[in-house]
């Protein structure tokens, strides 16, 4: 069965972006219920439970109808937040400047430059944050031709199930801001770049080469 993971920071280590409470909340409760119900959606059907929560999401078409909706929610909801985790970086004990001065960086930078430029990109990526209607997330995510695309999604829809790897992920369920932001979304949306792991987005682009 799947198991929540550890995040790879404190919950506090992204103040004052992210706040700790929310982020205690978010890991605690909400990924772990979105855990607990693909765990239970999945206790009838152990070959599933040997192929890796991407597989499912991957595989759609593979699954019996009776369970599909409820992977493509509840196994969504887990590996969204579980990949979510990993573009975060601790920021609570760097400088202000070097909070703000976060960009990318190697060979994904160059392709985002190539394609938009790093501004053009920030622009249409906040703007699908800000204009998903309802519950979602804002993608940064590489076709299978290796294209850059800036996307959202509904709910705990996945790019993988489009055959896309995501590289960047934005939570804009209101669970994801609301103790701190209230209905702010945009100015959670501005307030996420100076979190965002460069480094890591980087080792995710350099896999799907």
Do not use: C
Request: proline share 5%; no cysteine.
């Amino acid at each position: 069965m799947f198991t929540l993971p550890k995040l790879p920071y404190n919950y506090n280590d992204l103040e004052p972006f992210i706040d700790e409470q929310t982020m205690l909340v978010h890991h605690t409760k909400h990924h772990q219920a979105y855990l607990d119900k693909f765990n239970a959606t999945l206790t009838d059907y152990p070959d599933f439970q040997q192929k890796t929560a991407e597989e499912l999401l991957e595989n759609l078409d593979d699954l019996p109808q009776e369970i599909k909706q409820a992977v493509i929610n509840s196994g969504g909801g887990y590996v969204n937040h579980s990949f979510f985790w990993q573009i975060l970086r601790p920021v609570s004990n760097l400088s202000k400047q070097e909070q703000l001065e976060n960009y990318p960086q190697g060979e994904v930078a160059k392709k985002i430059d190539e394609v938009w430029g790093y501004e053009q990109f920030k622009e249409k990526f906040s703007q699908a944050a800000v204009s998903q209607f309802g519950s979602g997330w804002a993608w940064l995510a590489i076709d299978e031709l290796g294209e850059l695309k800036i996307l959202s999604s509904s709910n705990q829809d996945s790019p993988l199930s489009s055959k896309m790897k995501p590289l960047l992920a934005l939570d804009v369920w209101e669970h994801a801001y609301y103790l701190k932001y209230q209905n702010k979304r945009p100015e959670y949306i501005e307030n996420f770049w100076p979190v965002i792991n460069w480094q890591k987005v980087e080792e995710i682009f350099l896999r799907t080469k």
